[in-house]
T-cell receptor, first 112, second 111 residues
Framework: TQLLEQSPQFLSIQEGENLTVYCNSS?????LQWYRQEPGEGPVLLVTVVTGGEVKKLKRLTFQFGDARKDSSLHITAAQPGDTGLYLCAGARRGSQGNLIFGKGTKLSVKP | DTAVSQTPKYLVTQMGNDKSIKCEQN?????MYWYKQDSKKFLKIMFSYNNKELIINETVPNRFSPKSPDKAHLNLHINSLELGDSAVYFC??????????FGPGTRLTVL
């Protein structure tokens, strides 16, 4: 059973377009993190959201945590070729010693 | 000044062999982790460890064993390697239940 459903799995868009990636679960998480991974490298943290309803912005990236802390979204405005990569959401449950449950990732390709 | 480092970067070996992957962090974190990323890029926790507690994902075969000589190192030893063990293995570290920092990964290929 996949605890974190991430969609879409693949996304290919033109430079300048907007996009949204979704991460959904039936479980409640104490925090949810978004990572970006480039080929041959480890995931790099973009943001952590901890409060239900929280919205965080990182330049052209907007992250939202659902009110019930079961889902999250990542919205990218005016995508650039440099945004190309694998985006991963990961949830942490309280008392789990920080063990993260990862979604299956969204492979984003932004064409110039 | 690398925060989390792993060696080797690439490991190619025959079925049945025993191998180790090393991980070191210089962040002063108290918790370290091992993840496995399969060919479909799915990342799955294998172990988490601090100096008090080892948490093992129940799906990990007992051929895999983490070994921590000290707080800054968590090595992964694998016995009797199988074809299905081929994957990229990532080490990570954090303060307990805080942001995790990942190493660059070790690509293991079992022939």
């Amino acid at each position: 059973t996949q605890l974190l459903e991430q969609s879409p799995q693949f996304l290919s868009i033109q430079e300048g377009e907007n996009l949204t990636v979704y991460c959904n679960s039936s479980s409640v998480f104490s925090s949810l993190q978004w990572y970006r991974q480039e080929p041959g490298e480890g995931p790099v943290l973009l943001v952590t959201v901890v409060t239900g309803g929280e919205v965080k912005k990182l330049k052209r990236l907007t992250f939202q945590f659902g009110d019930a802390r079961k889902d999250s979204s990542l919205h990218i405005t005016a995508a650039q070729p440099g945004d190309t990569g694998l985006y991963l959401c990961a949830g942490a449950r309280r008392g789990s010693q920080g063990n993260l449950i990862f979604g299956k990732g969204t492979k984003l390709s932004v064409k110039p | 000044d690398t925060a989390v480092s792993q060696t080797p970067k690439y490991l190619v070996t025959q079925m049945g062999n025993d191998k180790s992957i090393k991980c070191e962090q210089n962040l002063g974190h108290d918790t370290m982790y091992w993840y496995k990323q399969d060919s479909k890029k799915f990342l799955k926790i294998m172990f988490s460890y601090n100096n008090k507690e080892l948490i093992i994902n129940e799906t990990v075969p007992n051929r895999f064993s983490p070994k921590s000589p000290d707080k800054a190192h968590l090595n992964l030893h694998i016995n009797s390697l199988e074809l299905g063990d081929s994957a990229v293995y990532f080490c990570a570290s954090s303060q307990v239940e805080r942001t995790q920092y990942f190493g660059p990964g070790t690509r293991l290929t079992v022939l």
